[in-house]
C-alpha cells in the first residue's frame, strides 16, 4: 500500500537561513509526488510536482525538490527562508483517485 | 481562469442535523475529490467524482455523500451529524484525475 512519511512535525528556522523539509514515501510503481503548502485556515497550494524526468523539480516561490528512486525520498529544499514561508507542507504521492498525503510539517521561521 | 471554489466557507451546525458543501472545479476539469482534514487525523480522502460518476470512495461511513452535476460541479452531504464531523472540508479537481490536483480554500464546519 501507498504511504508517505513526513518525519518532522514541526520545524524552526532563522529567516534566511536554509530549509530542507523530509519526504519519505512507499509506492509500488514511479509514482506521482507532489508539495503543497497551506497557511491557517487556507486550502492548500502547489508547490511543485514530479511525474518523470529530470530529478530535481523547480516550484514556485523559490522552491525545489530532489526525487530519490534509491532512498524513496522527495525532500524539499529552499535556500533562503522568508517569514512569508511560514506555513504547513504537506508531501502526498499517487495519483488524484489514489493519492495519499502525509502528515504535514509546520515551518516557523524566526526574525 | 477562475480557481476552485468552495462555498460556504464556514458552517455551524448542531448534532444530527445534516449539511450539503458544494465545489466548483476549474474550468475544464473534469475530476473531482473530496478530502476532510482534521488535526488528528490530517488529510483524509473522502471520494473521488468523475464525469457525474463516483470512481473512488475512502473509509468513511455511509452518512458522508457526494454527486457530482453535468457541469462537473460537485456537492458533498454529511447527514447525521457527530461532533467529530467538525473539520475543514477540502475540495480538489483536476483534468481527469491522473494529473495535478488543485485546492480550494475549503468549508470549515463546526458541529456543536
Known amino acids: 500500500a501507498q504511504s508517505v512519511t513526513q518525519p518532522d512535525i514541526h520545524i524552526t528556522v532563522s529567516e534566511g537561513a536554509s530549509l530542507e523539509l523530509r519526504c519519505n514515501y512507499s509506492y509500488g510503481a514511479t509514482p506521482y509526488l507532489f508539495w503543497y503548502v497551506q497557511s491557517p485556515g487556507q486550502g492548500l497550494q502547489l508547490l511543485l510536482k514530479?511525474?518523470?524526468?529530470?530529478?530535481l523539480v523547480q516550484g514556485i516561490k523559490g522552491f525545489e525538490a530532489e526525487f530519490k528512486r534509491s532512498q524513496s525520498s522527495f525532500n524539499l529544499r529552499k535556500p533562503s527562508v522568508h517569514w512569508s514561508d511560514a506555513a504547513e507542507y504537506f508531501c502526498?504521492?499517487?495519483?488524484?483517485?489514489?493519492?495519499?498525503f502525509g502528515a504535514g510539517t509546520r515551518l516557523t521561521v524566526k526574525p | 481562469k477562475a480557481g476552485v471554489t468552495q462555498t460556504p466557507r464556514y458552517l455551524i451546525k448542531t448534532r444530527g442535523q445534516q449539511v450539503t458543501l458544494s465545489c466548483s472545479p476549474i474550468?475544464?476539469?473534469?475530476?473531482v475529490s473530496w478530502y476532510q482534514q482534521t488535526p488528528g487525523q490530517g488529510l483524509q480522502f473522502l471520494f473521488e467524482y468523475f464525469s457525474e460518476t463516483q470512481r473512488n470512495k475512502g473509509n468513511f461511513p455511509g452518512r458522508f455523500s457526494g454527486r457530482q452535476f453535468s457541469n462537473s460541479r460537485s456537492e458533498m452531504n454529511v447527514s447525521t451529524l457527530e461532533l467529530g464531523d467538525s473539520a475543514l472540508y477540502l475540495c480538489a479537481s483536476s483534468i481527469d484525475g491522473t494529473d495535478t490536483q488543485y485546492f480550494g480554500p475549503g468549508t470549515r464546519l463546526t458541529v456543536l
Open positions: 502526498a504521492v499517487g495519483a488524484t483517485i489514489d493519492m495519499r
Open positions: 474550468s475544464g476539469h473534469r475530476s
Open positions: 514530479y511525474f518523470s524526468g529530470d530529478t
